[in-house]
């Protein structure tokens, strides 16, 4: 059985087209995220699953039965759905515990007040307003307020993008560890591609069209991206083009095989930085040649930044990612291999 099934959904504000045929499916008990740049419909698309926007045409089905349909739009407080908002909107009259035992069904969930404050690490916090607590507790609050109605599916939109760079990391991984005990199927909207990686089995990537450019698990999306704006999506890349000869596209890092339904075509090339691997070397340099202009440690890797010659003899800047024990000098020569799993090759 499935969690959620959508089929064919579009839908306008306006007449502005905002989603376009979106199609996927989430098996139950496990986590899917909606990655996209803003404006790309993503919390739109929440809103239609909750039912707090009508469908215009397709369909939504949770747990098999349909929710939404043109011809029929079963209200959000009948599809057993928990939705945890970006404010995360907390009930500032009420205590912690208050704000726990407010869903509807509380009394039949199968989690307990105990249970669930000792799951968010909030032991000693029942008695507490939500204005006595710092972001990240509120936050687990109101995840936990979502959970302990037991739903069928859990929505949460972009729920870790008000807290800070250390407690996102933090909150980001209890919610890791609440979402699998508490075996409740979820989709998350995010705009970070790291974060989707990190908590989800599956993930579905959207662009400003409002379509769903590419679905699947996280390793499948990173390791064989479909095109270069799902290359993109997962970190800068350094970008080249030109034609396909004898099985193979030439840059000014070197010789990239290519794929044979691409012989003589125009195409697009992709390097990640870690793809870019560097050896220190004596001038002259054997083989492909690159100047260091700078290098800067960046926590677990080195940040170098490369000058080469194209075939034309102009400067092309590249950059590299290396262990963090290596920082070759400014001006120093290195010579450059390519690691072909990172790299990408699409037709024009």
Same mark, same amino acid.
């Not at 803003?38 to 045409?57: H, M, N």
């Given at each position: ?45 929440? =809103? ?7 469908? $215009? ?7 098999? =039965? ?19 908002? $970006? ?7 009420? #205590? ?53 109605? +037991? ?23 209890? #919610? ?31 662009? #400003? #069209? ?13 390791? +064989? ?70 290098? =800067? ?42 690691? $072909? =799993? ?7």
């Amino acid at each position: 059985m499935f969690a959620i099934e959508i089929e064919n959904l579009n839908h306008s504000i306006n007449n502005k087209e905002i989603l376009k045929n979106i199609s996927f499916k989430l098996k139950k008990e496990n986590v899917a995220c909606v990655l996209g740049p803003s404006g790309s419909g993503k919390t739109t698309l929440l =809103k239609l699953i909750a039912g707090l926007e009508r469908v $215009q045409s397709g369909f939504i089905k949770i747990n098999d =039965k349909e929710v939404s349909s043109k011809n029929y739009h079963l209200p959000t407080e009948k599809r057993s759905i928990g939705f945890l908002f $970006q404010d995360y909107a907390l009930f500032p009259h009420l #205590t912690v515990k208050q704000n726990l035992e407010y869903p509807m069904n509380f009394k039949n969930s199968i989690h307990t007040i105990e249970d669930i404050i000792n799951l968010i690490k909030l032991p000693n916090s029942l008695n507490k307003y939500p204005h006595e607590l710092s972001g990240g507790e509120q936050q687990r609050v109101a995840l936990a307020r979502s959970i302990i109605s +037991n739903p069928d599916l859990l929505l949460l939109d972009e729920p870790f993008s008000s807290l800070d760079l250390n407690l996102r990391e933090e909150v980001r991984d209890d #919610t890791l560890h609440l979402l699998e005990k508490s075996n409740v199927s979820t989709i998350i909207v995010t705009h970070d591609p790291f974060e989707a990686m990190f908590i989800s089995n599956q993930i579905n990537i959207m662009d #400003t #069209t409002g379509h769903i450019i590419q679905s699947g698990t996280p390793a499948e999306l990173y390791n +064989n991206p479909k095109n270069s704006y799902v290359t993109e999506f997962f970190g800068e890349t350094n970008r080249f083009s030109g034609v396909v000869n004898n099985s193979f596209i030439d840059t000014p890092v070197g010789r990239i095989q290519a794929p044979n339904n691409l012989e003589n075509k125009n195409v697009e090339v992709h390097i990640r930085p870690k793809g870019i691997k560097l050896n220190k070397q004596p001038t002259p340099v054997n083989g492909i040649k690159g100047t260091v202009m700078a290098s =800067k440690l960046i926590g677990s890797f080195s940040f170098v930044h490369l000058s080469v010659l194209d075939k034309n003899n102009e400067i092309v800047h590249i950059h590299s990612h290396m262990p963090p024990d290596f920082n070759p000098k400014k001006s120093s020569a290195v010579e450059i291999e390519i690691d $072909q =799993k990172e790299a990408f090759i699409f037709q024009n």
